[in-house]
């Protein structure tokens, strides 16, 4: 390990970077082939005919994901991002309906209720999962409230089954992102299949990719239905189809081509290894850690499984001694890759301090008397601010060695930690 600090001078644990990670193989690029060879890039037709659905591959991608993830309908879509608007727009959000959301997650899953006019309510997260804090969600539900967006932030579920009581029992509904936690499950139930829709992200970070992509899944019909229409131009098709309630379809293009759809395909029948190694990674890390008073790893719930597209170290500066900064500073000396505080609470956005979304008039928020200010979400703004140190597993193809010089990293800065002092004081 040596006996004196890189950022002091001394040799660093990890000389260079970590070789990153990439799941692509060759059956990934055979199925690409065959795709190409077809001449069927794409199967869509945004008019009302059998290809309204989708190609070939496409489908047999919808019905893979479904079998995988034991759901009735999958809804494959050009990104998360497209799937959770899409999903706003199935459930009806309209003008001045509220969302309850976390402000600790990517920018996607706050602004999506802004589409169709949706007032984001943000409610703080538990200190320990980083998810929606149940209690606090049920404190903010009001006569304008529509649905809940539940994140389950860094692969860890959220309290999905008491979320989905509480929106059960005051008729609203919950919407899952789980584009970071694919194979994360509650009581034995994959997170993402829990909520009313659920959102999958195939992002080429995530744990499987198809460079970007998505899947909605739900196990209501008319769910399903209304995703498809939004996906495809729906509006073209509700009078050849029958569609009664035609609100929210003013359809966009959010369709999956064909080569993304094989390259899901081949990507789905990896996913058990893909996400088994991520989490073999991040328990060695916790496992190596977990006697350092003052660094707490991530905690997993009883009956959860955590698939860590996030390894989140939570940091206490009166304990360590030196400030969650220097001590960065220091891991990254050793070569340890890490970023500090994830993403600042999302109601500091522009768009929520200023109050413009969608028009210079103010629309939505002129429908509300809602305001966004810093300290609204304590908890979310300490870990922002003081406490966090992430890891991602996803990023890298890491070795056992690379595993243990990891810990060794974090452990040399950890016991050598007293030498900081000439950091901090300089």
């Known amino acids: 390990m040596g006996d004196e600090l890189a950022i002091l001078g001394g040799t660093p644990v990890l000389s260079g970077p970590l070789p990153s990670y990439n799941s692509i193989g060759a059956e990934e690029v055979k199925a690409v082939t065959r795709v190409m060879e077809s001449g069927c890039l794409s199967g869509f037709y945004g008019s009302w005919s059998d290809e309204f659905f989708g190609g070939p591959m496409v489908r047999a991608f919808e019905t893979a994901w479904s079998e995988r993830f034991q759901v009735k309908h999958s ?10 608007y899409a999903a706003m727009g199935a459930i009806g959000i309209a003008a001045g309906d509220e969302v309850i959301v976390p402000p600790f997650t990517m920018s ?17 997260i538990e200190p320990d999962t980083f998810c929606l804090d149940v209690e606090a969600v049920s404190q903010a539900i ?36 789980n584009a970071q936690g694919p194979l994360s499950t509650e009581f034995g139930r994959h997170a993402g299949t829990i909520g009313h829709i659920g959102v999958f992200s195939l992002n080429y970070h995530k744990h ?13 019909d008319d769910l399903a239905r209304r995703l498809q229409l939004i996906r495809n131009h729906g509006e073209s098709v509700v009078g050849p189809m029958g569609i009664e309630d035609i609100s929210n379809i003013i359809g966009f293009n959010y369709r999956m081509t064909e080569l993304s759809a094989a390259v899901g395909l081949e990507q789905l029948k990896k996913i058990d290894e893909h996400v088994e ?16 008073a003052g660094l707490t790893p991530p905690n997993v719930r009883p009956d959860c499984r955590h698939v860590y597209y996030v390894w989140a170290l939570r940091y206490d500066e009166h304990v360590v001694g030196v400030s969650r900064e220097t001590f960065s500073s220091a891991l990254a000396a050793e070569g340890f890759p890490h970023a500090v505080g994830y993403t600042p609470p999302l109601y500091m956005l522009p768009i929520f301090q200023r109050r413009i979304a969608l028009g210079n008039d103010g629309y ?62 300089s």
Request: contains cysteine; aromatic residues 8%.
């Open 277 to 292: 190694r991520r989490q073999r990674l991040a328990e060695a890390l916790t496992d190596g850690i977990c006697d350092l």
């Open 75 to 84: 809804v494959s879509v050009n990104s998360a991002t497209s799937g959770l």
């Open 142 to 177: 009001t006569s304008r409230t529509k649905a809940i967006i539940a994140v389950n932030l860094f692969g860890h579920p959220a309290r999905l089954s008491d979320l989905r009581s509480l929106a059960d029992r005051h008729g609203i509904w919950l919407v899952e992102d």
């Open 364 to 425: 939505p928020f002129n429908s509300t008397s809602r305001e966004y200010f810093e300290g609204m979400c304590p908890v979310t703004e300490n870990m922002f601010n003081k406490e966090l140190i992430i890891f991602e597993p996803c990023a890298y193809d890491i070795t056992q060695d690379e595993i243990e010089r990891l810990i060794a990293a974090i452990r040399k800065v950890y016991l050598l930690r007293g030498k900081l002092a000439v950091i901090s004081d």
């Open 208 to 220: 499987i990719h198809t460079g970007e992509g998505g899947v909605c899944v739900t196990n209501d």
């Open 108 to 124: 996607a899953s706050v602004v999506a209720p802004l589409i169709y006019g949706g007032i984001p309510v943000f409610v703080d």
